[in-house]
């Protein structure tokens, strides 16, 4: 009986309030550690994203060490001449030589396209990577090249997402994922590329930046055309295309055009344009008395060609 009247023990009102209390600590713990898992996994997504720059910095990098340069093709090849397609802040258009060749194919030199655009959705921004392939019977001509009017664009053989959060035009930036040494594609040969990568733009968290820059040892550059042209005596005419340069060393061809219609017209056609007047880097014309339009003509090896031109009284 005595235990019975016992006031040893924890009142109804006790208890609740133990309870009350026990789940408050229950949940600020489980706060801490959803804030925990939170911050865990925006680190993992943000490194997983970094991983997948770096991945693009190297690849970019590998594959414009390894152009295709134009002398790969055949020696007809004025269409496309050039390595690098198309140049600008935010989409690279260029040929490289593929890792290795398709059975069967007739692409001899093993050239693709490879592209790397960025999407300017928001608030992140998506790197893709699209690669344009062929085998066919035409395979020393490249195919036109696909669309280049969205990122990714149509026609494109295949699409990859590279990195997802790029952040170089997030809140209105305009941080040029690609810079050159030249405005003109012919005369690219320095490409450096800086990424800013940021899982949650916005956020006072700071962005991560990865950057390279790669000299193209394989871009054949057009050459240089440089000429003058002396009037004497009965109207003749000494044209010297000394002047004129190939910045990888190679010989040059020389064909010299008098009052040429436009475009130039084919030398190497029957029969030949009357405007096509001689071939060399020296040349001696006699002339009508009067003004003419001389022009000079000069092509590398690959065939990329550059003209200079001179105008006077003879």
């Given at each position: 009986m005595g235990r019975l009247r016992s006031e040893r023990g924890m009142t109804l009102i006790e208890l609740l309030l133990g309870s009350v209390m026990a789940v408050i600590v229950l949940g600020s713990?489980?706060?801490?550690?959803?804030?925990?898992?939170?911050?865990?996994?925006?680190?993992?997504?943000?490194?997983?994203?970094?991983?997948?720059?770096?991945?693009?910095?190297?690849?970019?990098?590998?594959?414009l060490r390894n152009l295709a340069s134009p002398s790969l093709f055949s020696a007809n090849y004025q269409a496309q001449p050039y390595a690098v397609d198309s140049a600008s802040n935010y989409d690279l258009v260029f040929r490289v030589v593929g890792d290795t060749m398709p059975p069967g194919s007739l692409?001899?030199?093993?050239?693709?396209?490879?592209?790397?655009?960025?999407?300017?959705?928001q608030p992140s921004q998506t790197l893709y990577q699209q690669e344009q392939t062929w085998t066919n019977a035409a395979s020393n001509m490249p195919p036109a090249l696909p669309s280049t009017a969205a990122c990714p664009g149509t026609g494109w053989t295949t699409t990859k997402k590279l990195v997802s959060v790029a952040a170089n035009r997030v809140g209105g930036q305009n941080r040029p994922l690609f810079t050159y040494n030249s405005s003109d594609p012919q005369r690219i040969t320095e490409v450096h590329s800086e990424?800013?990568?940021?899982?949650?733009?916005?956020?006072?968290?700071?962005?991560?930046?990865?950057?390279?820059?790669?000299t193209l040892r394989n871009q054949n550059r057009v050459p240089i055309a440089g000429m003058t042209a002396t009037a004497t005596a009965g109207h003749h005419a000494i044209l010297n295309g000394s002047g004129s340069e190939d910045p990888e060393?190679?010989?040059?061809?020389?064909?010299?055009?008098?009052?040429?219609?436009?475009?130039?017209?084919?030398?190497?056609g029957?029969?030949?344009?009357?405007?096509?007047?001689?071939?060399?880097?020296?040349?001696?014309?006699?002339?009508?008395?009067?003004?003419?339009?001389?022009?000079?003509?000069?092509?590398?090896?690959?065939?990329?060609?550059?003209?200079?031109e001179d105008t006077r009284l003879y």
């Open positions: 713990t489980l706060t801490v550690l959803a804030a925990t898992n939170d911050n865990a996994r925006h680190q993992q997504t943000a490194s997983d994203n970094q991983d997948a720059a770096r991945i693009y910095l190297d690849r970019l990098a590998r594959q692409n001899t030199a093993n050239v693709k396209r490879v592209r790397y655009c960025l999407d300017n959705a990424i800013f990568v940021d899982t949650t733009p916005g956020t006072p968290a700071k962005e991560t930046r990865l950057a390279t820059g790669v060393g190679m010989p040059l061809t020389y064909q010299w055009y008098l009052d040429p219609p436009s475009p130039l017209p084919d030398c190497g029957t029969p030949v344009p009357a405007s096509c007047i001689g071939t060399g880097v020296v040349f001696e014309k006699d002339l009508t008395a009067g003004n003419h339009r001389i022009v000079l003509l000069v092509k590398d090896p690959a065939g990329l060609p550059a003209t200079d």
